[in-house]
């Protein structure tokens, strides 16, 4: 079964040059962006429900755009001034990168993991006299809570937004050859919204573990995974898959 159409179960990349445009051009097929999930910031009420007081901390653990996005909303809500000696522990160098959107970089105390939460242990452990704050959203990996513990820091999680399942009805007649997926999320929203599907010829692309496990236990068949030593990134994975079977 060749492949001519493809859904990425995310939002479509911004930038002209993505890994996918390459995808489309070399082997003429259709990609589209959808995603099967969105996020939804909660209230102020319901963080003070939590127990928190932004007063009380003096470093903030980010660990994706969306929770520098919501920790900032937050703070706006609670009319809270973030003081100029917070410091910011960022799991990665695209999520310190997009803290430029709230604070004058070169003025901040700013510390960047590599890509992993693991890579900022080194910096934890030099500052463990800090009170941390971990705003995330209501699905949480357990390496983060556990790595935070196992090193005994004065820390508290807030759930400053959370995943919500988006109305997919709009595709209940499109059928497409490959259905791509980044999380477990994404397989719950397919049988949320079609818990008829019935797989047949369609493709399933998964990326990551947990997303096979997820898929496999829905009585999925993953056709192409990634990352693999071999295709590392999805693109590559897909363009290795289609240039098999549209010879």
Avoid at 74 to 93: G, H, L, N, W
Avoid at 118 to 138: A, G, I, R, V, W
Avoid at 168 to 195: A, H, M, R, W
Wanted: proline share 6%.
């Amino acid at each position: 079964m060749k492949v001519k159409t493809i859904l990425v179960s995310q939002p479509e990349p911004k930038m002209d040059n993505s890994p996918y445009s390459r995808l489309i051009e070399k082997e003429k097929v259709k990609v589209d962006f959808r995603p099967f999930i969105h996020v939804e910031g909660v209230n102020a009420k319901i963080v003070r429900e939590q127990k928190i007081d932004l007063n009380d901390f003096t470093a903030i653990i980010l660990t994706s755009r969306n929770a520098v996005d919501h920790f900032f909303r937050i703070a706006e809500e609670m009319r809270f001034k973030v003081p100029d000696s917070m410091k910011y522990f960022c799991q990665s160098e695209a999520v310190a990168y997009y803290l430029q959107k709230y604070v004058v970089y070169r003025k901040r105390k700013i510390y960047v993991g590599k890509r992993l939460f693991s890579d900022l242990t080194p910096m934890f452990k030099k500052y463990k006299e800090e009170k941390f704050l971990l705003p995330s959203s209501d699905s949480l990996k357990p390496i983060v809570p556990k790595a935070l513990d196992d090193l005994k820091l004065d820390w508290k999680r807030g759930v400053f937004y959370r995943t919500v399942i988006s109305d997919l009805s709009d595709l209940k007649e499109v059928y497409y050859d490959v259905l791509v997926f980044f999380s477990p999320s994404g397989i719950e929203s397919l049988l949320k919204n079609f818990p008829d599907f019935e797989q047949n010829d369609t493709r399933i692309a998964v990326f990551g573990n947990s997303t096979v496990k997820a898929a496999t236990e829905a009585g999925l068949r993953c056709d192409i995974k990634a990352p693999t030593p071999e295709t590392p990134s999805m693109t590559m994975a897909l363009q290795k898959y289609i240039t098999s079977v549209n010879k």
